[in-house]
């Protein structure tokens, strides 16, 4: 007992110490606490400054009982340069704490905007850092809003080769709490300049409020190649054939918007012309410095059709449809040429002769051995040249919910029951209309490289499966359904393979119109116009069941154990225990050493 009064002094110090220690800590650490706007994560909308500690783990809610869906948005981020994405960064989960969905992580090393959207009307974020002492600044803004009720001329996808946007609202002020997204996507082989007329947004030295981010790609992760506020008239060019503009703003300081108009620029190298050919179309590059010798710019060319114009920019295009603009179409001998002519349009229809070099491009182009074969022939005072090119059918397979065929499955893989009825469509993207799909061979491996075991669904036009139903001819489309099953001693998914043949509709004797033949008339192999399409995996559904909860038991996991800093609180309660241990062990031992005494060392009476 001596030794245990001793030690309640040295207990009580360390004791001291540790709360003092505890209480420092938390009033250094702002991280966990909102600097701008108050504390109540609950309003409609919210902006934050979050000044960040090193080796920190905070989380946040928001959550409103209301049906909305949460936006946020991490407008400037500066967190260490040199952590690495696993030991310092925000994640944002879908839900009411970090064992929801994971919508997505930021960290030093991303080159976007980060933005996310919940499902409902509750999201959590949390930030981890890691012990470099270094500054760091996170700014959040957040706000709920209804999917369902858009902002009228936010966003939108632009095809031509040049075009203009605005705001919305522009000239007048932009609306309040907007997220607008303008996806732009010319033709291949085309780059684009974009040019602001006007910005006029919110100055900010950092742009964390009112924005526009230009991304280098189809998509807000493509690339940032500028993130702009205030009143600037920047220019950016992109390096391929699309360009992703962004409008984000907050709930204050509303002003004129923006207005930006892009043009497109021919990127690849072309002296004279070049021809590609598609499932639909075929398209025409002509240099203008080409036309230059024609005394032409182009826009006085002209297809059969005079009605078919060209798109003109640093080059002279020509989308011709197969089925349009005067093409004509030709069938002999198992292929199908389509020939259209660029000509010079007279500029009077009065004029019989002229004494200047006359221009003639005959395009034409076969379709044979999956592929298609582009030729173009340019007259020029008897001068003759010619280019080739290749292309190949565009043919998808997709799944549908009903025989109707109206509404496809999108979900990859696809989860369903055993002998569940199952819809597939073969779809051949083509302008011509007198082209028919048929369904040679399907069949299905647990694997997506087609390899052993396969099982035929159809084969050589006719089913193999007492559940296959392979429907008639229906002009673009091949339609067949059957019912689910999967692999003995294998994997449940399964994968379906369709090899496809593409005939003239008017062709009677065609392989086509053939349909079911238990042994073939022809060899399919040396047929010209075939293709496959390939579609999977389909699982059970009890596999998702299984995989699914194997999946969030292992990130549950990982989200637990790492990046926890040991805190004070736990080294409080540490030293508590080992001093409770070490007390009880003394008193322990020294009853021990007492009972020891009474028997080993005591002396013998005498008698």
Known sequence: MELVRRLMPLTLLILSCLAELTMAEAEGNSSCSVTLGGANMAETHKAMILQLNPSENCTWTIERPENKSIRIIFSYVQLDPDGSCESENIKVFDGTSSNGPLLGQVCSKNDYVPVFESSSSTLTFQIVTDSARIERTVFVFYYFFSPNTPIPNCGGYLDTLEGSFTSPNYPNSHPELAYCVWHIQVEKGYKMKLNFKEIFLEIDKQCKFDFLAIYDGPSTNSGLIGQVCGRVTPTFESSSNSLTVVLSTDYANSYRGFSASYTSIYAESINTTSLTCSSDRMRVIISKSYLEAFNSSGNNLQLKDPTCRPKLSNVVEFAIPLNACGTIRKVE???????????????????????????????????????????????????????????????????????????????????????QTLFVQVSLHTSDPNLVVFLDTCRASPTSDLASPTYDLIKSGCSRDETCKVYPLFGHYGRFQFNAFKFLRSLSSVYLQCKVLICDSSDHQSRCNQGCVSRSKRDISSYKWKTDSIIGPIRLKRDRSASGNSEFQHETHAEETP?????????????????????????????????????????????
């Open 333 to 419: 001998d198992q292929s199908i040429t389509y020939t259209n002519i660029i000509t010079f349009s007279a500029s009077s229809p009065s004029e019989v002769i002229t004494r200047q070099k006359q221009l003639q491009i005959i395009v034409k182009c076969e379709m044979e051995h999956n592929s298609t074969v582009g030729m173009i022939y340019v007259t020029e005072d008897d001068i003759i040249q010619n280019q080739n090119a290749l292309g190949k059918y565009n043919t998808s397979m997709a799944l549908f919910e009903s025989d109707s065929f109206e509404k496809t499955i999108l979900e990859s893989p696809y989860y369903v029951d055993l002998n």
């Open 563 to 607: 990046n926890q800093p040991f805190n004070s609180l736990h080294l409080f309660s540490f030293m508590v225990l080992v001093l409770n241990v070490v007390i009880v062990a003394t008193i322990t031992v020294r009853h021990f050493v007492n009972q020891q005494a009474d028997y080993k060392y005591q002396k013998l009476q005498n008698y």
